[in-house]
């Protein structure tokens, strides 16, 4: 069972940085590949970065690569996200989510079945 909650998002200025954090309060114990996704207003869900539990193998979005890295401590049952040179557009809120069914990460929110309840990123201009 994994249990995940989200924090570290907030108000930042385009070009600054945030680090968001996702807690498994279960304590799956790194036994789900995990992944950050992102939904603003009016707009679908969509990928951010996943990373396998062997923490690995790691997938991006064209839309952050390069200034955004996804890495897991199994002992804190932790997730980070880490982002920077945050624009406009990265303003959304961000969800992790943890896969039982596959040690990989993927690009597909309906291959996830947990989810966090989010945190605010709000990037101003």
């Known amino acids: 069972q994994v249990e995940l909650a989200e924090s570290g998002g907030g108000l930042v200025q385009a070009g600054g940085s945030l680090r968001l954090s996702c807690v498994d309060s279960?304590?799956?114990?790194?036994?789900?590949?995990m992944g950050w996704f992102r939904q603003a207003p009016g707009k679908e869900r969509e990928f951010v970065a996943g990373?396998?539990?062997?923490?690995?193998?790691?997938l991006y979005a064209d839309s952050v690569a390069g200034r955004a890295t996804i890495s897991r401590d199994t002992a804190k049952n932790r997730v980070v996200l880490q982002m920077n040179n945050l624009k406009p557009d990265d303003t959304a809120v961000y969800y992790c989510?943890?896969?039982?069914?596959?040690?990989?990460?993927?690009?597909?929110?309906?291959?996830?079945?947990?989810w966090g309840q989010g945190t605010q990123v709000t990037v101003s201009s």
């Open positions: 989510a943890g896969r039982s069914s596959n040690r990989f990460a993927t690009r597909y929110s309906i291959n996830y079945d947990s």
């Open positions: 279960g304590r799956a114990g790194g036994k789900y590949a």
């Open positions: 990373i396998s539990t062997s923490g690995d193998e790691l």
